[in-house]
């Protein structure tokens, strides 16, 4: 049984940060501003990492993933929130993901680290008890100069998926994505689902709520044809209704 004092366990022993350099505040400015910004203007929900605290420096008001809590209180939380609202396998999970993504990142060059992003599913519990499976994205925002995590941007929502795990690492502008295999324990690559033009217009209307046969008058095409491509999606993302095509193409950057 895991309880708090495993709290540490999440912060690396590689990437255990000190203590900065002057150089290294400044980089700090004021980079939250915006971030507060977008998620008032999309209602995403978002946290900041901090790994000199080992906590959190931001919690958006989304209750996605706030279990129940106020902002404040994830806030104020920090890695604790974690071991009240996650499932005790979950949680084991977590902390596998975290030292493999780590692993991962201290082979990469240190130019390149930020251009890199995790993204894995886990199941979270609110007070009442009841539990949802979300995806998480983190992606580094700061390093210090010799290469370590200092800040992290986490976007949560809503998985496309049946169980936890599903780790996978994308980098910036690469038709390539990483996958962790939890049962032997490594990174495997393989080339990124790719859409077909009409198969991105399809889920670009139906994110707007266009039906069927409004997708059909907007690209010029039958509605027995936007079945077909709307079957082959399904077929390829490996989901069983438009819901889930959209919420996996967003959650894997596919349109």
Request: charge should be neutral.
């Amino acid at each position: 049984m895991m309880n708090a004092a495993d709290l540490n366990s999440f912060f690396d022993s590689r990437n255990t940060i000190h203590g900065l350099t002057d150089e290294e505040k400044l980089k700090r400015l004021e980079y939250l501003e915006p971030i507060k910004a977008f998620s008032r203007a999309t209602y995403t929900s978002i946290y900041v990492i901090d790994y000199v605290k080992q906590g959190f420096e931001f919690v958006s008001d989304n209750p996605l993933f706030l279990c129940g809590n106020t902002a404040e209180e994830v806030l104020e939380m920090g890695y604790a929130f974690y071991f009240k609202h996650v499932p005790e396998a979950d949680l084991e999970l977590l902390l596998k993901i975290n030292s493999a993504g780590f692993d991962f990142y201290e082979k990469l060059p240190i130019t390149e680290r930020t251009q890199y992003t995790i993204t894995y599913d886990f199941h979270l519990k609110n007070k009442e008890g009841k539990v949802i499976l979300i995806n998480q994205k983190l992606t580094p925002v700061f390093l210090t100069d010799t290469g370590k995590i200092w800040k992290a941007i986490c976007i949560i929502s809503l998985s496309s998926e049946r169980r936890s795990g599903n780790v996978k690492i994308y980098k910036n502008g690469v038709n390539k994505v990483y996958n962790y295999n939890l049962n032997k324990g490594f990174w495997e690559d393989a080339e990124k689902t790719s859409l077909s033009k009409r198969e991105k217009e399809i889920l670009q209307l139906s994110t707007r709520g266009f039906t069927i046969n409004e997708i059909a008058n907007e690209i010029f095409v039958s509605p027995d044809t936007v079945k077909f491509h709307r079957r082959k999606l399904f077929e390829k993302l490996e989901v069983t209704n438009i819901s889930e095509a959209i919420v996996y193409a967003t959650n894997n950057k596919l349109i």
